[in-house]
């Protein structure tokens, strides 16, 4: 058993003694996730600097958080999202060439361009589609978690969140129910320093944001949020628990966004460079190679290889995706009601008319 107390910094890398339960394979799989993201933030970002697409957010040096922690799931159970988990919707199944149609909104795109790009849904495994309004999405988690436990159903739900979003009346609500009705959730919360300008310090005067659990009727944890097997093992242990009758837990990831909060923030404006320079030492891409390289299970070859692979199928899935047309004119009006009622009917016509 981990030892949960909600001021700990949980870590394997910097000497902790968690067991890990993952062969050779597996931590080279966990690796190859964390690496598609980092290559896919540069690629999707030069899209966006290009105008190809509108926006995006990047995850880079918070890798091990979303890919670590989903890991820990099995096929049945469900994530809600929030900005910075694509990379666990692609490890989970998401193709992608429908990651990137999500982030074009054009006829590829499963959501028929209805979301900001980002806010990612994949139905088969259970992906629900963030909303942007921070917080929402727990509410949302733990009536599908409270539903299981109703059904009896061993399904677990994942719910990430960022520091930000621990000040919204949402994760308050999600939190008292969550406990009051011990359901099976976890809610992981990414810290990551900042919520886009406003920092961890101007955000709480908690000690913690895991010691919030403490108010709720359960346990709250610290992780190093760039340690990717003490992410894996805690977020593993949180989830077998809530499975097994236990409730929730609260998991604090504590990482750093190394870019900025999007596409249209400038962060030089609001934080020091010395920072973003520390952090970087932490990158938790260069710690978990490390890792790798002392068990001889990484070598310069396997990365440049993979890299190679990588941003291969991504530039197969650009042009898969930008040769879609864009959706037709009726995807505004479709969807909400059966048959069109008549005063959409007439801002259809008008719409037409005007083209
Ligand atoms: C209710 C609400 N208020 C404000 C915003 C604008 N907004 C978008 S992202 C964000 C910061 C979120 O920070 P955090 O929860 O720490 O997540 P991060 O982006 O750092 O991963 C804010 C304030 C919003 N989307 N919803
Ligand atoms: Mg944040």
Not at 70 to 79: N, R, V
Not at 222 to 236: C, E, P, S
């Amino acid at each position: 058993m981990l030892e949960l107390k909600e001021t700990k910094l949980i870590t394997v890398f910097d000497g902790g003694d968690v067991k890990i339960d993952l062969g050779v394979a597996q931590l080279q799989d966990l690796y190859r996730w964390m690496l598609l993201v980092r290559v896919l933030d540069q690629r999707m970002l030069n899209l966006q600097r290009q105008g190809r697409i509108g926006f995006y957010g990047t995850v880079t040096g918070e890798e091990a958080a979303p890919i670590g922690s989903a890991y820990a799931l099995k096929p049945q159970d469900w994530i809600f999202p929030a900005l910075r988990q694509g990379g666990a919707a692609l490890m989970r199944g998401m193709p992608l060439s429908l990651y990137i149609a999500q982030c074009y909104g054009n006829s590829l795109d499963l959501q028929k361009g209805r979301q900001m790009p980002c806010h990612y849904s994949y139905k088969p495994t259970n992906f629900v589609a963030w909303s942007s309004n921070i917080g929402t999405q727990l509410p949302h988690a733990v009536g599908m978690a409270y539903a299981a436990k109703l059904k009896r159903d061993p399904v677990v739900a994942l719910a990430y969140l960022g520091d930000g979003a621990t000040s919204e009346g949402d994760f308050h609500a999600a939190m008292n129910f969550a406990g009051v009705w011990k359901v099976p959730v976890v809610f992981f919360c990414q810290n990551n320093q900042w919520a886009i300008s406003v920092s961890l310090k101007e955000q709480t005067a908690s000690e913690s944001l895991a010691i919030k659990a403490v108010a709720y009727g359960f346990e709250g944890l610290r992780v190093d949020g760039n340690d990717v097997l003490a992410v894996y093992a805690v977020t593993k242990e949180a989830v077998e628990k809530a499975r097994g009758g236990g409730g929730p837990t609260l998991i604090e990831a504590v990482t750093y966004r190394i870019g900025a909060h999007s596409s249209s923030d400038d962060p030089t404006r609001y934080r020091s460079s010395e920072e973003v320079e520390r952090w970087k030492e932490r990158d938790p891409l260069e710690r978990f190679k490390k890792y790798l390289q002392e068990k001889k299970i990484w070598s310069e070859e396997w990365q440049s290889e993979l890299e190679a692979q990588m941003n291969e199928e991504i530039s197969q899935a650009i042009k898969e995706v930008e040769a879609a047309p864009p959706l037709t004119l009726e995807a505004i009006f479709t969807d909400v009601y059966r048959e069109m009622p008549w005063h959409l009917q007439q801002q259809f016509d008008a719409l037409q008319r005007s083209r």
